[in-house]
């Protein structure tokens, strides 16, 4: 994959750099802030780009903006992570109902394995959560009426298909068959009120829904 990098810290940024090109990747730039970031994402066209939600020059989020207004304008693959879970923006990557995105904590970056299949995943145009990120927007927003119909199960299968996973992965995830995560999908769907779409990615927005969204 043809990659571009935008992250701050100089000592992450070139860890980054040296870890995807031993996998046999090209980091094709390796940029400190939204501005670059943008100049090289316009220029090179890379299959998806790792971005740090907060950098200069305020440090809050730039990143984030940086890749929606980057994905605004035509569909791009964007990974982003965060030192800490921060909900609101994990809710505002998900707003546009498209896929190629992610939100991972910098923590998983460790977890190599973990690391790169996600970001391999987010090439291929699925959405990837950190699974901390999904248990606190689950948190955040528990007291949904209509989410307080499905079953604990139910809730498991979400929070899953939450991280991006498919029928088949949540099906060995769980020791289920995959007829059987299927039924709990169509019961999800049932619960939060989201018929069969060609419009709409019903995935998607099962979990906005548990978002408040």
């Known amino acids: 994959m043809r990659i571009v990098i935008a992250e701050d810290s100089a000592v992450l940024r070139h860890g980054l750099v040296e870890l995807l090109t031993l996998r046999g990747h090209e980091v094709v730039a390796a940029v400190k802030d939204a501005v670059a970031l943008r100049e090289a994402v316009v220029e090179l066209e890379p299959d998806v780009s790792v971005v740090d939600i ?3 020059p305020t440090h809050t989020d730039e990143g984030l903006r940086a890749a929606i207004a980057l994905r605004d304008e035509r569909p791009r693959a964007v990974l982003l992570f965060s030192q800490y879970v921060e909900t609101k923006y994990a809710a505002q990557l998900l707003a546009d109902r498209a896929g190629g995105v992610g939100y991972l904590l910098k923590d998983r970056v460790a977890e190599v394995s973990d690391f790169l299949d996600a970001l ?4 291929a145009g699925e ?4 699974p901390q990120v999904v248990s606190q927007l689950f948190s955040a927003t528990r007291r949904s009426d209509a989410l307080a119909e ?8 979400l929070g899953l298909m939450a991280e991006g996973r498919s029928n088949s992965a949540i099906a060995a995830s769980l020791f289920l068959s995959a007829g059987s ?3 709990y999908v169509t019961s999800i769907f049932g619960k939060l009120g ?3 779409s060609e419009g709409d990615n019903r995935r998607v927005l099962a979990v906005l829904r548990y978002l408040g969204s």
């Open 54 to 56: 907060r950098m200069p």
């Open 120 to 123: 391999r995943r987010v090439a």
């Open 127 to 130: 959405t990837v959560l950190d």
């Open 150 to 157: 499905l079953t604990s199960r139910e809730r498991e299968v």
């Open 181 to 183: 995560v299927e039924k």
């Open 194 to 196: 989201l018929p069969p």
